[in-house]
C-alpha cells in the first residue's frame, strides 16, 4: 500500500511540476488577472458582478465588503472550473501515451487504479493551487478596496464550498475524456465545452431555480448554481433579477449592505455529494483504460480477430514487404535524377493540405456546413455557419503545434521551402486552408455586401492567427479551443462585437474589424518574437 | 565542401555544447564519434540550420550556412537522432509531404517516394498508417526522408538505432554509396558502422574536436596499445579502477580483460602476464578518450 502511495505522490510531484512550468500556468494567470477584474471590480466603476433589483428601484449590488468580496471570490471559482480548469489539465495520459513514457510506466508495478489516481491527485493538485491563487487575489482585492473588517470565513466557506468538489469532479473528469477513444482527441475539447455549459451548468441552474427558488440542485458538480440559490436565498424575498453575472449599467449602481450568504447544512451536505461525484468518472476511467495496450481496447478485443497465420511463402518475406536481403532492389545511383523548386510557395500549399488530409471525416463535415452556409436561406445560413465555425475547432487547434506535438520540429523546420519564421508558415497556411474551405461562405458574403466580405476575411485571418499562434507559442491545441469556443459561445448568443466573422448577424462595424485584425497581428508578433527567442536559445 | 569555422554553442543555463569547433569536411562519409554529452548531436543541428550557434559559423561551397539557412536547406538531407512522425498519415502521405517542403512535385515527386521506399524495403508498407510502425520501420522512413531531395549534403544522427543486422547493412552499403561526390556527416556511438563506411573519423568530447583521423592512422596510432590478460574475479573490480577496459568475460580460468592503454598500470605478476593485441577501432576510438590522448 505505502509502495503504492510512494508512486501515486511521486507521479503527483512531476505532474505538478511539469503543469506549474507549462504556457497553460501562465493562461491560468492571464484568466485571475481578468476574472479578478471583472468579477471583483473597482467599487468605483460602473461593473458589478453581484446584482438584482428590488420594485421600482435601482439596480443594487453589495457594498464591497469581505462577505461581498468572499462570495465573488467563489464565484469566480466556480467560473474558472466552468470555463478553464478542464483545459489546463485534460491531455496529462494523452502525452503519456504519445511521448512513450506511458509505455514505461506500463512496464512497472504500478496498476492502472494507482496511475489514473495518481493522475487525478495530481489534477487535483494543480487545480487546487490556482484555485489558491483566486482566493488570495480575492483577499488582495478586498485589502486595495474594501471596507469594513476582514472576516477570514466570509473568502474560505464560500470558497472552499465551491473548490473542493469543483477540483476533485473537473480532475476526474479530465481523466475520464483523457482515457475514453473519442474524447482524448481535438474534438474532445469542443465536446467537453458544450457538456460543462449545458450539462454541469446550465442543467444545475435549471434544477436550483424552481418557482420558490429556495431548493438546491439535486446535481451541481461545479457549484455554481449552488452559490446561485444561497446568493438568493440571503436577498430580500421581493428581490428579483437577481445575477451572478457580469452587469455594466452607464447609470450608477446602488452599493447596499449586504450580510452575505450563510451556508446551511443542506447545501455542504450537497457539495460533499458532488466531491463524491468525482469518484464515478474515475471508475468508469479505470474501466476504460487500455494501460497504453491496444490490445485491452475493449472495441478491439470485440472487434479484431487474431490474425490467421500467414502461408508459408509470405512467411518469407518481411512483415513490412520487402525481400530480407541487405541489398537493396536497385541501387542509389539508379534513382531518377529530380528537380526541386523550393519555395514558400510550395510549403504553404503543402502545409494547407496536410491540415486537409489531417482530419479524414471532419473534413466533410466542414465542407458540408461550408456548403451549407453559402446555400440555405435566412436563419439556416447562419445555423450552418455557426456549425462551421465550431467543426474548425478540432481540425485546427493543434495544426501550429502539430511538429512540437509529433516531435518532427527538425524533420520539418530544416526542409528548404519552409519560410524561416515558422510561425508565419503556419497562419499563412492556415489562413490558405480557412479561406479555400471557406469559398461557399465567401461567395455568400460578397454577394451580400462588401462590409460582410470584409468582415469574413478579416475574421477567417484573425482566426488563422489565433489558432497557429496560440498552439505554436503553447505546443498545443487547448488554449485556443477554450478562448475561441468561448468567443464563438458568445458569437451565437447574439454578442454583436463576438461575431468576428461577421456571419452571425453583427461584427460588421470597421472598430470591430480593426480590432480582430489587429489581434491577429498581436498574435503573430507575439510568436515571431518567441520564435527568434526559441531559435536564439536552441528551446 | 564544409568548413566548420569556430562554432560554439552555449545553452541558457550555462551548458556549453560546442566551443569553437573547427573542422574542414570533404566529399565522402566523415564518423563523427564521442561520449554522450560530447556535442555531436548539437553540431549536427547546427549543420542542419535548425539550431543557430551563438558563436561561430560554418561554410558551405563558400557560403555562410548560418546566415544563409536557405542556402544549405536546399542541398540538405538530414536524419536526427529523435524525430516524430504523424501517426495518422500513411508512409507514402508522409514522404509526399516532406517531399512537397523540398520543392519537389507532381510525378516525378510520386516516383522518387516510391523509389526510395523500395530502397528502404517498406514498398509493401507504403499505404500503412505510421502509428502502426515499428521502431526500425520509422527508422527507415526517416532514412527514406532524408534521401527525398538527392542531398549534397547528408547529416545522418544515430540512423542505425532500431535496425535489424540485416538493414543495418543495408544502410551502410547505402551510404557508402551515397558519398560518392556528396558530403556525409555520419554520428553514431556504433563503432562498426563508422569502420565500415567512413573515410575519415572525428571525435568530439566536450564540445571540442579532439582527434581527426582516417581509420586506418587511428588504428596505427592504437599498435601495441591494446593488451588482453586474465585476472581473478576478486581482482576485476581493481583492474578495472585502473584501466580503461574495453572488454571482459568470465570464464573458468578467471576473468579475461580486453584493456587499452598502458600496461604498467596493472600490478606485478599480471603485468608481466598482459599480452598486446591487435587493435580494433573501437579500442582506438577508447585511446582517445584517454587523459592526455588528445
Request: aromatic share 8%; charged share 15%.
Amino acid at each position: 500500500m505505502s509502495r503504492v502511495l510512494l508512486a501515486m505522490g511521486a507521479q503527483l510531484g512531476a505532474e505538478v511540476r511539469t503543469r506549474l512550468r507549462s504556457a497553460g500556468t501562465l493562461v491560468a494567470l492571464a484568466f485571475i488577472l481578468v476574472g479578478s477584474t471583472l468579477w471583483m471590480p473597482d467599487p468605483r466603476g460602473k461593473a458589478a458582478s453581484l446584482t438584482w433589483r428590488l420594485a421600482g428601484e435601482a439596480v443594487n449590488t453589495p457594498m464591497y465588503r469581505s462577505p461581498y468580496v468572499g462570495a465573488a471570490t467563489a464565484i469566480l471559482t466556480a467560473v474558472f472550473f466552468v470555463l478553464v480548469a478542464f483545459y489546463l489539465v485534460a491531455g496529462s495520459v494523452r502525452r503519456d501515451r504519445e511521448t512513450g513514457v506511458g509505455a514505461i510506466l506500463a512496464a512497472t508495478p504500478l496498476g492502472k487504479g494507482a496511475y489514473l489516481a495518481g493522475k487525478v491527485a495530481a489534477n487535483t493538485a494543480y487545480l487546487g493551487l490556482i484555485a489558491a491563487m483566486i482566493l488570495a487575489v480575492g483577499v488582495g482585492k478586498f485589502l486595495a478596496f474594501g471596507e469594513g473588517p476582514f472576516e477570514p470565513a466570509r473568502f474560505l466557506l464560500p470558497w472552499l464550498l465551491v473548490s473542493v468538489p469543483a477540483m476533485l469532479f473537473v480532475a476526474a473528469m479530465a481523466v475520464l475524456f483523457d482515457v475514453t477513444p473519442g474524447l482524448r482527441s481535438r474534438s474532445g475539447l469542443v465536446i467537453w465545452f458544450f457538456v460543462s455549459m449545458f450539462l454541469f451548468t446550465a442543467l444545475p441552474l435549471a434544477l436550483g431555480d424552481g418557482p420558490d427558488a429556495s431548493g438546491l440542485p439535486a446535481f451541481d458538480p461545479i457549484g455554481l448554481a449552488t452559490l446561485h440559490v444561497l446568493v438568493k436565498g440571503s436577498l430580500p424575498p421581493e428581490a428579483r433579477e437577481v445575477s451572478i453575472g457580469l452587469i455594466f449599467r452607464d447609470g450608477p449602481l446602488t452599493r447596499v449592505p449586504w450580510a452575505g450568504i450563510e451556508i446551511p447544512w443542506a447545501a455542504a451536505a450537497g457539495r460533499a455529494a458532488s466531491a463524491l461525484l468525482a469518484v464515478l468518472p474515475f471508475l468508469l476511467s479505470v474501466a476504460l483504460f487500455d494501460r497504453f495496450d491496444p490490445a485491452r481496447r475493449l472495441a478491439w478485443r470485440v472487434l479484431r480477430r487474431p490474425p490467421a497465420s500467414p502461408p508459408a511463402a509470405e512467411n518469407a518475406s518481411a512483415p513490412d514487404g520487402g525481400g530480407r536481403t541487405a541489398t537493396a532492389a536497385f541501387r542509389i545511383q539508379e534513382l531518377p535524377a529530380i528537380d526541386a523548386n523550393p519555395g514558400a510557395r510550395a510549403a504553404f500549399l503543402a502545409e494547407a493540405r496536410l491540415i486537409w488530409e489531417s482530419s479524414p471525416l471532419l473534413r466533410w463535415a466542414l465542407l458540408a456546413a461550408g456548403v451549407a452556409g453559402g446555400a440555405l436561406p435566412g436563419e439556416s445560413a447562419s445555423f450552418a455557419a455557426a456549425a462551421f465555425l465550431l467543426i474548425l475547432v478540432p481540425v485546427i487547434s493543434e495544426a501550429g503545434a502539430r511538429e512540437a506535438l509529433a516531435g518532427s520540429e527538425a524533420l520539418v523546420f530544416s526542409q528548404p521551402s519552409v519560410p524561416l519564421s515558422g510561425a508565419l508558415w503556419k497562419t499563412g497556411s492556415l489562413a490558405l486552408f480557412l479561406l479555400a474551405v471557406s469559398a461557399p461562405l465567401l461567395f455568400r458574403a460578397a454577394l451580400s455586401s462588401p462590409a460582410r466580405l470584409i468582415a469574413l476575411v478579416t475574421g477567417l485571418l484573425f482566426v488563422s492567427a489565433f489558432a497557429s499562434c496560440s498552439a505554436f507559442l503553447t505546443r498545443g491545441g487547448k488554449l485556443f479551443s477554450g478562448l475561441y469556443l468561448a468567443l464563438w459561445y458568445a458569437a451565437v448568443n447574439r454578442l454583436a462585437a463576438a461575431d468576428f466573422c461577421g456571419v452571425l448577424g453583427g461584427g460588421l462595424e470597421p472598430a470591430v474589424r480593426s480590432g480582430y485584425l489587429a489581434a491577429g497581428a498581436a498574435f503573430l508578433g507575439l510568436a515571431m518574437l518567441v520564435e527568434r527567442r526559441r531559435r536564439l536559445t536552441g528551446r | 565542401m564544409l568548413e566548420i569555422r569556430s562554432l560554439s554553442m552555449r545553452y541558457p543555463g550555462g551548458t556549453t555544447a560546442l566551443s569553437e569547433l573547427s573542422l574542414s569536411v570533404g566529399e565522402g562519409v566523415l564518423g563523427l564519434l564521442g561520449p554522450n554529452g560530447a556535442g555531436k548531436s548539437t553540431l549536427m543541428s547546427i549543420l542542419a540550420t535548425v539550431t543557430r550557434p551563438t558563436a561561430g559559423t560554418f561554410l558551405w561551397e563558400g557560403v555562410d550556412g548560418v546566415e544563409h539557412p536557405l542556402a544549405v536547406r536546399r542541398v540538405l538531407g538530414y536524419l536526427p537522432q529523435d524525430f516524430g512522425v504523424y501517426d495518422k498519415l500513411t508512409a507514402r502521405e508522409f514522404l509526399l509531404y516532406l517531399g512537397r517542403l523540398k520543392g519537389l512535385s507532381g510525378a516525378a515527386l510520386k516516383s522518387r517516394v516510391d523509389h526510395l521506399l523500395q530502397l528502404v524495403n517498406l514498398h509493401g508498407a507504403a499505404g500503412r498508417r505510421l502509428g502502426g510502425f515499428s521502431g526500425g520501420m520509422r527508422q527507415r522512413v526517416g532514412i527514406a526522408q532524408a534521401l527525398l531531395g538527392d542531398p549534397k549534403l547528408l547529416i545522418v544522427d544515430e540512423p542505425t538505432v532500431g535496425l535489424d543486422p540485416e538493414e543495418r547493412v543495408r544502410f551502410r552499403n547505402l551510404l557508402s554509396e551515397i558519398a560518392h561526390g556528396r558530403v556525409v556527416i555520419l554520428s553514431t556511438h556504433i563503432v562498426s558502422d563508422v569502420e565500415a563506411v567512413a573515410g575519415t573519423i572525428a571525435v568530439l568530447r566536450a564540445g571540442r574536436l579532439v582527434c581527426r583521423a582516417t581509420p586506418e592512422e587511428l588504428l596505427s596510432k592504437a599498435a601495441g596499445r591494446v593488451f588482453a590478460v586474465v585476472v581473478p574475479p576478486d581482482r576485476l573490480a581493481e583492474v578495472q579502477r585502473r584501466l580503461a577496459v574495453s572488454s571482459l568475460s568470465r570464464r573458468s580460468d578467471g576473468v579475461h580483460v580486453r584493456f587499452v592503454g598502458d600496461a604498467s598500470a596493472l600490478a606485478g605478476a599480471e603485468a608481466g602476464s598482459a599480452s598486446p593485441v591487435e587493435p580494433t577501432l573501437e579500442d582506438a576510438y577508447l585511446l582517445t578518450n584517454l587523459p592526455g590522448a588528445a
